[in-house]
């Protein structure tokens, strides 16, 4: 298991530009893939990026062009970043960081409010 810290979010103007970071730590060495989804209120959970321990990257259509995710790692912690540009106000939604374990577990980040402005 890893213990997931999220951090960025909040409100933001249309056009305007978000960071969302998540730190995992534990047995960071079983991480198979880091990333986030997003939910709004009634709806399902989506996915927003991810990218897996070899680099290979997944974006929902809405996002590509938009946002982009990126990683680091060292021996006791990995870090996700979204990097949210051309925010729009459907982009509003709490933001899951997850991490895929090899095995298949996930662990949940609790979640960090995006806010876009028309």
């Known amino acids: 298991q890893v213990q997931l810290t999220e951090s960025g979010g909040g409100l933001v103007q249309a056009g305007g530009s978000l960071r969302l970071s998540c730190a995992a730590s534990g047995r960071v060495f079983n991480i198979y893939a880091m990333g986030w989804d997003r939910q709004e209120p009634g709806k399902e959970r989506e996915l927003v990026a991810r990218?897996?321990?070899?680099?290979?990257?997944?974006?929902a259509d809405s996002v590509k062009g938009r946002f982009t995710i990126s990683r680091e790692s060292d021996k006791s912690t990995s870090t996700v970043y979204l990097q949210m540009n051309s925010l729009k106000p459907e982009d509003s939604a709490v933001y899951y960081c997850?991490?895929?374990?090899?095995?298949?577990?996930?662990?949940w980040g609790q979640g960090t409010q995006v806010t876009v402005s028309s």
């Open positions: 997850n991490v895929i374990m090899f095995g298949a577990d996930t662990n």
């Open positions: 990218i897996t321990r070899d680099d290979r990257i997944t974006y």
